[in-house]
């Protein structure tokens, strides 16, 4: 049986909103209360199926962001190919 681990500091992590929104982000902190957040995107519907944009636009993209944990219905490290996408829509390098 696998043992789930939850989410760790500097991962990239998926987030579903109390809202119905679904956030991919990287994790800088967690406390009781809150996630810290680096870089969050928000999961949109495009003509060829799921895809990043901001989640805030009117926020300094280098600004982390702290997301009160009583608005958060799940949190779970982000699927590899989807964590590949956010990496390089972040921070402009191309992965293998």
């Known amino acids: 049986m696998l043992i789930d681990k939850g989410v760790a500091v500097g991962e990239v992590i998926t987030l579903k909103l109390t809202s119905g929104e679904e956030l991919v982000a990287k994790l800088v902190e967690e406390t009781d209360a809150y996630y810290k957040l680096a870089k969050i995107q928000v999961i949109g519907m495009g003509p060829k199926g799921p895809g990043l944009m ?19 219905t799940v949190a779970e490290a982000t699927d590899a190919d989807f964590a590949k996408q956010f990496i390089e829509a972040t921070s402009g390098i191309k992965l293998a």
Do not use: A, H, Q, R
């Open 54 to 72: 901001p989640y805030l636009f009117t926020v300094n993209p280098e600004k982390d962001v702290k997301l009160l944990k009583s608005t958060v």
